[in-house]
């Protein structure tokens, strides 16, 4: 990144705003200066230098760390120095401060930028249930590579992608106490160059396990044992499978997301991120008005006594019916049936299920989300899985 020195003046508030150009904007010559990182997130730094060494301390989060309070805290650092202390000096209590400690309190500084509570709460449990018990009461600086691989290897081999996702969160917990002056040195969570040497890779050790999918054959017989239930699971369900959506997509739906025949998905529910609207077939809306009329008052699409129905009812409902599978595996089955089954492109496919686009030049260009379009294939698939091909023309082999 290029700094972008402004020595003789101060910098302005509407600057700081407009400014988007990842970079070093100096705050005149007190060495505070606003950081732009190419996410377009906005950082306070002082830059100043102690015994021969130059370092950067974080003063905060722009606009909720004010000019004025970085400012502030920028005076306060610099009278620090002036007195032969390093403000990045731990003090004996902060180099004392637990992993635990410090751990709970940077996931609960983090929620704000994860797309869910979910995440956090996931983020919470594995630190909880497999890090916690050997590390949890160890002193910030005091952890090292042992520590880290005692939380691992128990789970290593029989919890994959848990235990490298834990990994990760370690190593961000640690890099962040290291920012923050608590500890120095080598990260010992970091994976390249060093657990890489003690740790089998996590690819080689086991394979991912995609949900359980029900092939897009038997969708049809399924469906007809589904309707003969009367559960509101069931009603969801069918509903999570005409639609292709997601289990908290639908478990979270209200009633005031859906205008004329269109579901409309906040950014908040949705993986991606972006909001995300679902034409909804003729059936779809049959479910809708069978499952309002059982819970007239309530805001959610389906639910009990104004209370929604639980992430988990789907998928004990599947159970109960005897199908070892997931409910998030019925998108597979929509995405298998729209390749296998119809000309029906597979951009249509992708939009309908809502993933992100991972190319960053065509998201770019994407304006439009085919609302049209994905409503005839809406309603293919509907027919489809009523044991109607309706106007789904079956791909031959050539």
């Keep these: 990144m290029r700094e972008r020195r402004r020595m003789a003046k101060q910098l302005q508030y509407a600057q700081i705003t407009k400014a988007t150009t990842p970079g070093r904007y ?65 003090t004996p209590a902060v180099q004392q401060m637990a992993f635990k400690e410090f751990a709970t309190s940077y996931v609960q500084d983090r929620r704000a930028e994860w797309k869910n509570a979910t995440h956090a709460a996931q983020w919470l449990f594995t630190l909880q249930k497999y890090a916690f018990p050997f590390i949890g009461c160890k ?3 005091e952890i090292a590579t042992e520590d880290v ?17 834990l990994r990760g969160r370690i190593e961000r917990i640690l ?13 010992p969570a970091v994976w390249r160059g060093h657990l890489d040497t003690l740790l089998p890779i996590p690819r080689k ?41 997601r289990t908290n997509e ?12 269109v579901w409309t998905v906040p950014a908040e529910r949705m993986k991606a991120g972006r909001v995300h609207r679902v034409p ?13 009329a059982r819970d007239a008052d309530s805001p959610y699409l389906f639910s009990r006594a104004g209370r929604k129905l639980s992430n988990m009812s789907m998928l004990i409902l599947l159970r109960r019916m005897g199908y070892p599978i997931t409910v998030h595996g019925f998108r597979s089955t929509f995405r298998d049936w729209v390749s296998e089954c119809t000309q029906h492109s597979p951009e249509l496919a992708e939009m309908a299920l809502a993933h992100a686009i991972p190319n960053k030049a065509e998201a770019a260009y994407r304006r439009g989300d085919l609302l049209q379009p ?9 027919k489809y899985c009523a044991g109607d091909p309706g106007n789904v023309r079956m791909l031959r082999a050539a």
């Design 26 to 90: 100096f705050d005149g010559g007190s060495g505070l200066h606003l950081l732009i990182k190419r996410s377009g997130r906005k950082y306070w730094v002082l830059r100043y230098t102690f015994a021969g060494r130059r370092r950067d301390m974080g003063l905060g989060v722009f606009p909720r760390q004010s000019l004025a309070e970085a400012r502030k805290a920028s005076q306060a650092a610099r009278v620090q120095l002036d007195s032969g202390i390093d403000p990045l000096a731990p």
């Design 139 to 141: 002193p910030l600086a």
């Design 149 to 165: 691989l005692a939380v691992l290897q128990p789970i290593w081999t029989t919890k994959t992608e848990t235990a490298s996702r």
């Design 175 to 187: 890099a962040a106490a290291t920012t923050r002056g608590m500890r120095s040195g080598v990260n």
């Design 205 to 245: 050790v086991s394979r991912v396990q995609h949900h359980a999918a029900l092939a897009f054959g038997d969708i049809p017989v399924f469906m007809e044992k589904l309707r003969a239930r009367a559960a509101l699971a069931a009603l969801a369900l069918e509903f999570t499978i005409l639609t292709a959506a």
């Design 250 to 261: 639908v478990t979270g739906a209200e009633r005031h997301e859906v205008i004329d025949g």
């Design 280 to 292: 909804l077939c003729s059936r779809a809306l049959t479910i809708l008005m069978i499952a309002a």
């Design 374 to 382: 994905r409503r005839l294939l809406m309603s293919d698939w509907e």
